[in-house]
């Protein structure tokens, strides 16, 4: 019976969240190992670094506007349903994006076609990509007590962190004789597809379930999957919930702004590098220090999702203070460093920060409001996640090409102004 495997600490079945870890998983490392590699690609097309950030700003979009419909839409279709959409929105755009890749390396079209095309193939990710996250996290919060939260959506947003971590990782080895450096594209595809079996052989097709609407219920019936849930089919449906709802407003500010300052960091620390060790005009070397910098990045983050998160016992107001904390201390070296280890180490500071923000202003704005909003709360939230990379990595970019103090003294405020902000709103 699938209700009666033990739960994990968060609540469900360890089977169960190992399979939404890597429904997140497999699409963040994707990412990463995207990111790690496209410096070197937008060089060898002769592509200026501001346009290679650019690409990502039509997803970006899309993403944020569609991921609050996808939430709603699986609480009328199920959570699975969504999970679905999303891996094989991710898949395909991935495909299409290598294809259009290996095509301008092979000057079968020219860089600026070649970039145009993968913006266009990153239009599938970001309007159908977009109904995976939401789909996950309403899951988790629609099957933990409000105690047990925090940690499990901590876990939820491990996955990435080990994603991130895994991407750049695997990246360099996924650069294969034939198609170079778009053979991450090519292992990713696959890599979703396999998940994207598993999750409809092995998740049960799910009923979403409909909670009394007040936070403090904790009273709950059984689905035909053994999830807990109410049973009762009249319950009224809650009414939207919206951006603008007092309950979540502050939450979602510090979650727009710790994003901005996320996104601006990963959006120009590649071509930092490119510049700080001399590799602009041996873009095939680029890859490994890239990869290794992003990798100590995500290894620091999931030290503090995995780790600092359940030994001090941290909740989603402190948690996400300490992460911005973290975010200020850690800016200064990679501004400042000049040597791989210096800009390493500031790199990984920084993603522990990050780490440590991103599941505290998850779980605050999951905590915020009732367990039939979940799916609401979800959309908005996956909505601000994908906000920050409209056009905030190629302002960084733009910046750092001009400026390029600018960009760390605009990080450093944006993650101050969230620790002043929790800190003078007593949660």
């Not at 449906?237 to 727009?256: E, F, N, S, V």
């Not at 990379?389 to 960009?407: D, F, G």
Request: include cysteine.
């Amino acid at each position: 019976m699938p209700g009666s495997e033990p739960a994990s600490a968060g609540g469900l079945p360890p089977g169960r969240m190992a399979l939404l870890f890597m429904v997140m998983l497999i699409t963040a490392a994707g990412n990463t190992a995207m990111q790690s590699v496209m410096p070197s690609i937008g060089a060898h097309l002769g592509i200026a670094d501001v346009w290679v950030s650019l690409a990502y700003s039509w997803s970006a979009l899309l993403w944020m506007l569609l991921a609050p419909y996808w939430a709603r839409r699986s609480d009328r279709s199920g959570r699975k349903a969504m999970m679905a959409l999303g891996l094989t929105g991710f898949a395909l755009s991935f495909a299409l994006c290598g294809a259009a890749l290996l095509a301008g390396l092979h000057g079968l079209v020219t860089g600026i076609q070649a970039i145009l095309l993968f913006a266009l193939a990153r239009t599938l990710y970001g309007a159908f990509g977009s109904a995976a996250p939401p789909a996950v996290q309403a899951y988790v919060a629609g099957r933990t007590s409000r105690a047990r939260r925090t940690r499990a959506l901590s876990v939820v947003a491990s996955s990435f962190g080990l994603g991130t971590a895994l991407g750049p990782a695997v990246a360099p080895m996924l650069i294969v004789p034939g198609i170079g450096l778009v053979g991450p594209f090519a292992a990713f595809t696959l890599g979703a597809l396999g998940v994207l079996a598993v999750l409809h052989w092995r998740l049960p097709d799910d009923a979403p379930p409909r909670l009394p609407d007040t936070p403090y219920a904790q009273a709950f019936g059984e689905h035909a999957d053994g999830w807990p849930g109410n049973t009762q089919d009249d319950d009224p449906a809650p009414a939207r919930l919206r951006w603008g709802d007092r309950r979540i407003r502050t939450w979602l500010i510090a979650g727009a702004l710790g994003g901005q300052a996320q996104s601006m960091l990963l959006g120009v620390i590649g071509f930092m590098l490119l510049d700080r060790l001399g590799l602009r005009h041996h873009a095939d070397d680029a890859a490994g220090p890239i990869a290794l910098v992003l990798m100590c990045g995500a290894l620091a983050m999931l030290l503090a999702q995995w780790g600092l998160i359940p030994m001090l016992g941290l909740g989603p107001r402190m948690s996400t203070m300490l992460g911005m904390a973290l975010v200020v201390v850690g800016t200064v070296p990679v501004a400042t460093g000049h040597q791989l280890q210096t800009i390493a180490s500031g790199f990984a500071i920084a993603s522990a920060g990050f780490g440590l923000f991103r599941p505290g202003f998850t779980a605050g704005t999951s905590l915020a409001v009732a367990p039939g909003e979940q799916g609401g709360a979800a959309g908005i939230v996956a909505a601000i996640n994908g906000s920050a990379y409209i056009v905030s990595p190629a302002i960084a970019v733009w910046l750092y090409n001009r400026a390029h103090e600018t960009v760390w003294l605009l990080i450093e405020a944006l993650a101050l102004f969230v620790v002043i902000m929790l800190w003078r709103i007593r949660a």
